[in-house]
């Protein structure tokens, strides 16, 4: 009845309006559908905003996660899957609600529906089991239940994703090609705010790129020599090819510190500060692929850790990081844990990978009355190929030689033992070289006493020897050790009284650098260890770093801005401790070689090289002689030059003096000054008479 | 040779200065009494008495009749070089941090610091009518460097028409003495310039910086020609009279001089090849920044005066007339 009623007084309206629209105002508008009015407007035009918020069936649902993958198991076997399950799921969250859909003959369907409490355990189950490996068959894959509306909506049809034009790089490797083989390095100065990057060409190294502002901190090559890597606030860039363009970029905020895999195909960057904020995802470490620059896996990180965090396999096929007694080591590309679990390692100390094997090497300190060891362990097979008990130890140091043959282990032993509350205090301390033999059966120990603190220890890259600098500073003494096959090592030279802290073997072996940086003030001996010739002696004064070039031709020595504030500069040295180059920058931070990735030919093609290395050394130095006159000759064409623009500006001033002449007389009362010089004739000869010396003799009387 | 050390002043050196003639040598220090020596024995001919603080500027005429300093306590002094009498007392209202006769040696100029409110000055008067009256005359020019970077060292230009002064922040300006104005001004330095000398002809223009350069310019034009380059601050550089040499002579200021060895400093006096830019030669001997150098006349000996408090004079050795740049 009403809406009939509002019917007549809409149409009375309509009348009203076309007649006389000014006179009835007042009266209230009629809003009734006309007669036999159809709605042709759907509800969802009418208010799709309201309808959005309608409540589904799947609404409430959200703490409901769905398992698949889960083994399908026979009736009997039920109740044993749903307390495994039970137990995994638990840890979560509350469950209030579980289902097993079963199939007529009573197993099940291989998913399960678990509802939690409420969303944010669902959350948090999605993020923790969501591909766990359950068993060796079977993946789960978890989903929330909600997320099936999301699924349904996908378009049945696959369009094929648009493949990326592929971006050509030019060629990352484009330095290895250079005739001479000359040797780039990059500079870091102006307290970071300027980067180049130079060749090392003789005589003169000639700069190839160099930009304001290119990182913020400073510069890292990668370990192969491809990239180089700049630190931003906001992430790490890596440059590369012969115009050093971007070439990927990973977002990292607030990054520090990066290390790169051996074989480059991943990156570490570290950021200190980022554990501070609270997000869900872990920030501090972040675990790259480089070639494509996408995330691979993140962790969180202790405070305490030494860096690098973790260490990686030759091979970039694993790498580790040790935790409170264990060893967690993860593999790739998977980037899950080794047998998805850490290796129990009770005490552990320390560890550190082979540069050629997947073997780790890792100590435990001593515990009460179990002594303390030094493993082997090879992976992934987690055998322990070697261990070796040591006593009364209170530090270890352990130091792989480059090719992994030898593992040399530092033990610093004490003969007294004195507890103080929760403070150790060693006494009468003497030291231990245990040096493990790789390659040999069953992995032979052999051990040097040394009585003297142990300064610094090397292994030298190629060959068999290492150095240690042995002694109290400032009169320490640098030992050479010679490591055979089935012997102990043996002393083959000793420099008593030799001051130096720091060892810096050429690349190559044989030639070494024994440098007294820092509070010695950098002084600098160039030895070559094969029949013990000191070659030459230098001084860099307050050094702070030295640096060989990857192929060991040249040595770089420099005061670094971030280690003393004067004088900072880099200069560059023959093998043989000639100085070459001297350049000093303003607040120069930092110098780095680039590296060369290894040697491709055979050890045959390199001992038929070093064989008939006199021929190649005669051509080489006619080549290195023309370099040399060119550059003298140029720099004699400069110098002409030079000259020639001078005596021209100077010829001019000249005549300008001449034509002045009469003038400048004239200012000094007519005495020509220009010709005299004193003298003059109206200048008068003066006799100055000295006072030389006094003396006094007695005459004998 | 081994070089005459003249000890003859309790504190650092200021300003050492030939004469004309070369036959004695002037110097200044932070003790109250410029020195007049024997060039060729450093035998001292006696002391100018009269300075109640830091002397920092001195200057001879050509004649070698008038000598002229100024010091830190606000004194202008004119004297007379053989007798040691004082002719002439100007008060200043602040420090006198340079001072220079004309060519001509009927002017000269002097300029003073800015502090305590009153602007660096740049003043010119007549030598000729000084007497124990002047100090209330006024001079025939007064540049006021108001709200501008204090003037540090000065030079005459060409025929006394023109002086250049070097200013703290490293500019150097170029002043017309008839009408008082700045004609030229030119900023190459990044710091303060602590000396200036001129060629023997007067055509170039050498500038000693704390930037750890120093710089040949045009003295006409102030066109910068070359720049020698040091680690350290430079205090003073000079302008061989007979090569084409330039010495630069300075070192790490005493105030970061720590209680290390004398090689971090570098207070080596270095030569450099004034055309070529290249660093030939070093001496060393003093044990603090060298703070003044001079070329005698004939370009056979060369004096030095550092914040050690020594003058040394270095006789060249025949090695050094045999050196020559290829080219």
């Known amino acids: ?701 | 040779m081994k070089p005459l050390m003249l000890h003859g002043h309790e504190r650092s050196i200021t300003q050492i200065k030939y004469n004309r003639d070369g036959d004695l040598l002037f110097s200044s220090a932070k003790d109250n009494h410029p020195c007049v020596w024997y060039s060729i024995n450093g035998e001292r001919l006696g002391t100018y008495e009269g300075h109640q603080g830091v002397v920092w500027a001195i200057d001879v005429d050509w004649e070698t009749k008038r000598f002229m300093s100024g010091a830190g306590d606000n004194m202008l002094m004119i004297w007379d070089v053989q007798t040691g009498k004082a002719l002439g007392k100007i008060e200043a209202k602040t420090s006198v941090r340079t001072c220079n006769f004309s060519y001509s040696g009927n002017m000269a100029l002097y300029s003073t610091d800015s502090t305590m409110g009153n602007p660096s000055e740049i003043f010119i008067i007549d030598v000729r009518t000084v007497d124990s009256s002047f100090s209330t005359n006024d001079p025939i020019l007064q540049i006021p460097l108001t709200n501008a970077p204090k003037a540090t060292s000065m030079v005459w230009g060409n025929l006394d028409e023109v002086v250049i002064s070097g200013h703290d922040n490293g500019d150097l300006a170029q002043w017309d003495l008839r009408t008082g104005k700045k004609i030229n001004l030119v900023s190459e330095h990044a710091k303060s310039i602590n000396d200036m000398q001129l060629s023997k002809d007067g055509g170039f223009l050498i500038t000693a910086s704390r930037d750890c350069t120093a710089k040949l310019f045009d003295a006409d034009t102030l066109d910068c020609l070359k720049t020698y380059k040091t680690e350290r601050p430079v205090n003073s550089a000079a302008i061989s009279p007979i090569l084409d040499h330039v010495v630069l002579g300075g070192g790490q200021d005493a105030m970061d001089v720590t209680t290390t060895s004398t090689r971090v400093g570098k207070f080596d006096a270095r030569f450099f090849h004034l055309v070529f830019e290249e660093e030939f030669g070093r001496v060393k001997g003093h044990f603090g920044p060298i703070n003044s150098l001079a070329f005698h006349p004939d370009g056979k000996t060369y004096a030095s005066g550092g914040e050690d408090g020594y003058v040394r004079l270095h006789q060249f050795d025949p090695s050094y007339f045999d050196f020559k740049f290829d080219y």
């Open chain 1, 1 to 701: 009845m009403a809406r009939r009623k509002e019917s007549d007084r809409a149409q009375q309206n309509n009348d009203d309006s076309d007649s006389n629209p000014n006179d009835e105002l007042e009266e209230e508008p009629n809003f009734d559908d006309p007669e036999g009015y159809e709605d042709d407007i759907s509800e969802q035009d009418l208010m799709g905003d309201l309808i959005r918020q309608r409540p589904k069936e799947t609404d409430g649902v959200e703490s409901i996660v769905v398992i698949d993958g889960v083994p399908q198991v026979g009736p009997e076997r039920i109740e044993k899957l749903q307390n495994v399950l039970k137990k995994l799921f638990q840890k979560f969250g509350k469950i209030t609600n579980e289902y097993y859909p079963l199939n007529p003959d009573g197993s099940t369907k291989g998913h399960v529906f678990i509802e939690y409490s409420n969303a944010s355990e669902a959350l948090e189950v999605l993020k923790g089991t969501n591909g766990y490996k359950f068993d060796k068959n079977h993946t789960f894959t978890v989903n929330l239940l909600t997320d099936f509306e999301k699924y349904n909506d996908i378009l049945d049809k696959w369009e094929n994703p648009v493949p990326q034009p592929f971006k050509e790089q030019g060629c990352l490797q484009y330095y290895l090609l250079d005739q001479d083989a000359c040797d780039q390095f990059s500079v870091v100065y102006e307290q970071g705010d300027k980067v180049a990057v130079y060749l090392n060409t003789q005589p003169e190294p000639s700069l190839l790129e160099e930009r304001p502002r290119w990182t913020e901190t400073l510069v890292r090559w990668s370990p192969l020599g491809t990239y180089l890597a700049t630190f931003h606030a906001k992430g790490i860039a890596l440059w590369g090819g012969e115009k050093f363009q971007q070439i990927v970029r990973f977002s990292h905020p607030g990054v520090q510190f990066i290390d790169f895999s051996p074989c480059e195909k991943y990156l570490v960057s570290f950021s200190p500060l980022a554990d501070s904020r609270a997000t869900d995802e872990p920030q501090a470490i972040i675990i790259w692929d480089v070639l494509s620059g996408l995330k691979r896996r993140a962790f969180n990180a202790d405070k305490s850790q030494a860096l690098p965090i973790f260490k990686w396999s030759h091979d970039d096929k694993y790498f580790a990081r040790m935790g409170v007694d264990m060893l967690s080591v993860y593999e790739t590309p998977s980037f899950g844990l080794l047998d998805k679990k850490s290796i129990k390692v009770q005490g552990i100390r320390d560890f550190a990978w082979s540069p050629t094997d997947n073997t780790i090497a890792y100590w435990v300190g001593e515990e009460k009355d179990t002594p303390a060891r030094v493993t082997l362990l090879e992976l992934p097979s987690r055998n322990e190929v070697r261990v070796k008990n040591l006593f009364s130890v209170a530090d270890c140091k352990m130091y792989w030689q480059k090719s992994g043959d030898y593992l040399c282990v530092k033990v610093d032993r004490y003969a007294k033992l004195r507890k103080d509350k929760s403070d150790i205090k060693y006494s009468g301390i003497y030291y231990n070289l245990e040096v493990f033999h790789m390659r040999e059966k069953q992995i032979p120990v052999d051990s040097v006493e040394i009585k003297e603190t142990i300064q610094a220890f090397a292994w030298e890259p190629v060959g068999t020897k290492f150095a240690v600098i042995h002694g109290e500073p400032p009169s320490t003494s640098v030992s050479f050790y010679e490591v055979k096959t089935g012997q102990t090592p043996t002393m083959v030279k000793k420099y008593e009284r030799k001051p130096c802290n720091q060892l810096y073997w050429a690349p190559s072996g044989q030639f070494i650098v024994l440098a007294g940086l820092r509070s010695m003030s950098g002084a600098l001996e160039f030895v070559d260890t094969q029949d013990f010739t000191v070659m030459n002696t230098g001084e860099h004064f307050m050094a702070t770093d030295v640096e060989w070039d990857p192929t060991g031709r040249y040595v770089s020595t420099a005061v670094s801005w971030w280690g003393h504030k004067v004088d900072n500069a880099y200069w560059l040295w023959s093998f043989q401790g000639r100085i070459l180059k001297r350049v000093a920058l303003d607040k120069f931070c930092q110098l780095q070689w680039r590296p060369r990735p290894p040697s491709l030919l055979s050890a045959q093609q390199i001992k038929d090289i070093k064989k008939s290395l006199k021929k190649y050394s005669a051509q080489f130095e006619v080549k290195d002689r023309l370099k040399m006159t060119k550059a003298s000759k140029e720099l004699v064409e400069k110098r002409r030059k030079l000259m020639q623009e001078y005596e021209d500006l100077r010829k001019q001033k000249q005549e300008e003096y001449a034509e002045q002449r009469r003038r400048r007389i004239e200012l000094r009362n007519n005495v020509d000054t220009d010709e005299t010089e004193g003298r003059g004739g109206e200048l008068e000869e003066e006799t100055v008479e000295f006072f030389i010396k006094e003396e006094t003799t007695f005459i004998d009387e």
